[in-house]
């Protein structure tokens, strides 16, 4: 049986089970004035649920295990013995009898694949049959057993809101175990790139160039210095020279100027830009906006100015997170106290003055919150850099040269037939785990400096 189909056959024995201990629930009920802790839907849900989890965990464990167990049974099969030894060639021989078995392929490079294809098959069929059998016997086990349970003295509500609690807590751990896979990884796979490269070479190594590396000195062309500085000159100056005026300006005007109307039509067409795909970004910084800053620096005499020059993508990235901007300056600016306003215009003060004196440094640490949030999401954007960034790592501060960042490095690193051990890949995940530190130490210093203006005004 397939897994969708059990799955649909697991729900609706739920179904059964939701509407078999309600009925029983109701059928106590009836002609009785007592006060019950529990209505009769609450055990419907007991004996569902009952009916539904166990199945469906035990089918979550067993995606993980049944592969292995497949591939056991296959390497016990007689045409396995022709087998290459344990590798890349043996693993893709399996792969292609896998697919071949499963139907996804129609063809193989490999002989000894299509030998293989048939015990694949009835191996997994095998073990398809016995995952159904379990899952059944699981659900209709847990369903008969809370069904004979339910009665007066139950108290399905509370073990209801326990299971759920428990759901609630497994999903909110599910956040946290992918950080720590994530730290993890990159934590192990930059420890190994640090084992051949020093440290100091590639923080502080002043030539990036992963193509052409020694063997006997490999951090002489990884210094990540170039790449740090390009990240920093296009995500944090050139963005957000375009982001901090246009998203504070914006939040002023929504706040103190633009009539309800305006602002009702205005904050949700300008926020549309957060929602925009980052690749229809990058389609723009190259299509339209690279060509055209290339063309104005040829107008002002730059007859060497780049197509894909850092302030192409800087624009274009600036104009990504200015919504980030406007937002936080238009809640930083909503959250002043309004005595603070009227005690200003009622002083004589103009509106203008009243803005520039009182309510910007007054919403200050907020906006400052937000500029280090937008910084964090600009220097950690990919498409934007990787369709209209260069590739190659310059120490310039010219915003028509070209400029490369950590984000396009690494997808240029992750990309190509270089061998996952050496240097060059490794030195993917050692700029990896560079960025998360910055962006990391970025939100938390945002995200305290906005803790402590809501802890001022609230």
């Not at 200015?322 to 238009?330: L, Q, R």
């Given at each position: 049986m397939s897994g969708l189909s059990l799955v649909i056959l697991i729900l609706g024995l739920a179904l059964i089970g939701w509407l078999a201990g309600r009925m029983r629930a109701a059928a106590f009920r009836r002609g009785s004035r007592r006060r019950y802790s529990s209505q009769p839907v609450h055990h419907g849900w007991f004996v569902a649920l009952w009916t539904l989890v166990p199945p469906l965990l035990f089918l979550v464990l067993w995606a993980t295990v049944s592969p292995a167990l497949v591939t056991d049974a296959v390497l016990t099969n007689p045409a396995a013995v022709h087998l290459p030894p344990l590798g890349f060639e043996r693993a893709s021989?399996?792969?292609?009898?896998?697919?071949?078995a499963q139907g996804q392929s129609y063809g193989a490079f490999h002989q000894l694949s299509q030998t293989l294809a048939p015990a694949y098959a009835a191996a997994q069929a095998r073990y398809d049959w016995i995952a159904t059998a379990i899952a059944l016997l699981l659900a209709f086990a847990g369903g008969a057993f809370t069904f004979t349970r339910v009665g007066p003295g139950l108290a399905a509500r509370t073990q209801i809101e326990r299971v759920v609690m428990l759901l609630l807590l497994l999903a909110s751990l599910i956040a946290i175990l992918t950080t720590m896979g994530?730290?993890?990884?990159?934590?192990?796979?930059?420890?190994?790139?640090?084992?051949?490269?020093?440290?100091?070479?590639?923080?502080?190594?002043?030539?990036?160039?992963?193509?052409?590396?020694?063997?006997?000195?490999?951090?002489?062309?990884?210094?990540a210095v170039p790449l740090f500085w390009g990240t920093f000159f296009i995500g944090a100056v050139i963005a957000m020279i375009v982001a901090i005026p246009f998203g504070l300006m914006s939040a002023i005007y929504l706040t103190q100027y633009a009539d309800p109307t305006t602002r009702k039509w205005i904050k949700p067409?300008?926020?549309?830009?957060?929602?925009?795909?980052?690749?229809?970004?990058?389609?723009?910084?190259?299509?339209?906006?690279?060509?055209?800053?290339?063309?104005?620096?040829?107008?002002?005499?730059?007859?060497?100015?780049?197509s894909e020059s850092a302030l192409a993508a800087g624009l274009v990235m600036g104009i990504m997170i200015?919504?980030?901007?406007?937002?936080?300056?238009?809640d930083s600016l909503s959250a002043v106290p309004a005595a603070m306003r009227d005690g200003s215009l009622a002083m004589g003060a103009t509106s203008s003055e009243t803005i520039r004196k009182v309510l910007v440094p007054a919403a200050l640490p907020g906006v400052v919150g937000g500029v280090l949030l937008a910084v964090s999401?600009?220097?950690?954007?990919?498409?934007?850099?990787?369709?209209?960034?260069?590739?190659?790592?310059?120490?310039?501060?010219?915003?028509?040269?070209?400029?490369?960042?950590?984000?396009?490095?690494?997808?240029?690193?992750?990309?190509?037939?270089?061998?996952?051990?050496?240097?060059?890949?490794?030195?993917?995940?050692?700029?990896?785990?560079?960025?998360?530190?910055?962006?990391?130490?970025?939100?938390?210093?945002?995200?305290?400096?906005?803790?402590?203006?809501?802890?001022?005004?609230?």
């Open positions: 021989i399996l792969s292609e009898a896998r697919s071949l994530i730290v993890v990884s990159l934590v192990w796979e930059a420890g190994r790139f640090f084992a051949r490269v020093p440290v100091a070479d590639f923080l502080f190594g002043m030539h990036w160039s992963p193509q052409v590396i020694s063997m006997r000195d490999p951090g002489a062309s990884l210094g067409t300008l926020e549309m830009l957060a929602g925009v795909p980052t690749v229809v970004y990058g389609y723009f910084a190259a299509l339209t906006v690279a060509p055209a800053v290339r063309q104005f620096a040829v107008s002002i005499g730059m007859a060497n100015a780049s200015i919504p980030f901007v406007s937002s936080m300056a238009d999401r600009a220097i950690g954007e990919t498409m934007i850099v990787v369709m209209a960034a260069s590739g190659v790592a310059t120490l310039t501060a010219n915003p028509f040269a070209s400029a490369t960042t950590v984000t396009k490095q690494i997808v240029d690193l992750l990309t190509g037939e270089a061998e996952f051990d050496s240097p060059k890949t490794l030195a993917a995940f050692a700029l990896g785990l560079t960025l998360f530190v910055i962006t990391l130490l970025l939100n938390i210093v945002a995200l305290t400096v906005v803790k402590k203006y809501r802890e001022a005004y609230e």
